[in-house]
């Protein structure tokens, strides 16, 4: 059984958690700053922070997990107005009367690559919320032993937190790209497939060879991993594209 071909629903769900994700990010970045700007100098180790960092997590996997919860529904709604024994025949039928102007998925497929895609931005991600945190706490444990034992950072510490980074994003970054591999499978599409390949071998590349980047900006230094880089515009930028590839390319996905 097909969708009409009009319809996007994998595209805008995925599409619309990208937005959701980037949103969070931003707010929870432009309050830091707000804190910081006003006095109100964000400690790691302070509580509040935290507690500010848990609240903006839980807020964006809920809205994401409604987002997907009511696609799923709206496809089971649809799914359920026809019998199951009848849905093949259905599809036969549909294939025979509308040819090449059929959704290029059945509605089943689609529900699949649904759930997959729920099971990582919302099951993997809260599972990296919490790793994030507690590499955070690593980072403030070391910072610290760093001071007290050296009087300050010193390219040792530089160096070790360049190499540790890569694998506080390692884990969300193999089941976002498993979600493009998997849907590319599902495609048939070779460009996916291959994007995925380079983007896994570009962040092996940066998290182990390139050295970490020092940014002055107003008098200020800022260190730049590039592991880091890569992996937040993949779950950002990179989700918006791949949402508005299947929708550009394909029917009904």
């Not at 498993?178 to 995925?196: N, P, Q, S, V």
Request: aromatic fraction near 12%.
């Amino acid at each position: 059984m097909y969708f009409s071909p009009k319809k996007h629903i994998l595209s805008d769900v995925i599409m619309m958690v990208a937005l959701v994700r980037f949103a969070g990010a931003s707010l929870y970045g432009l309050l830091r700053l707000l804190l910081r700007q006003s006095g109100v100098v964000p400690d790691m180790t302070d509580r509040s922070l935290w507690t500010l960092q848990m609240t903006f997590s839980v807020a964006t996997l809920l809205v994401s997990a409604v987002i997907f919860l009511c696609a799923l529904y709206r496809i089971s709604r649809g799914l359920r107005a026809v019998p199951v024994e009848d849905r093949q025949e259905m599809a036969r039928l549909q294939e025979e009367v509308f040819g090449d102007n059929n959704a290029d998925l059945p509605a089943e497929t689609i529900r699949r690559l649904l759930r997959i895609w729920f099971t990582i931005l919302v099951g993997a991600q809260s599972m990296y919320d919490f790793s994030s945190i507690i590499f955070r706490r690593f980072i403030t444990r070391l910072t610290q032993f760093f001071v007290d034992t050296t009087g300050g950072t010193g390219e040792v510490y530089v160096s070790i937190y360049n190499l540790t980074h890569g694998f506080k994003y390692q884990g969300m970054l193999i089941a976002l790209l498993l979600g493009a591999m998997m849907t590319g499978i599902f495609l048939d599409d070779r460009e996916l497939k291959i994007a995925a390949i380079l983007i896994a071998a570009l962040f092996m590349l940066s998290a182990a060879g390139m050295q970490m980047f020092t940014l002055s900006l107003l008098g200020k230094s800022y260190g730049i991993v590039w592991s880091s880089v890569i992996f937040h515009l993949m779950e950002t930028v990179g989700l918006f594209a791949l949402a508005w590839y299947l929708r550009g390319r394909y029917r009904g996905i």
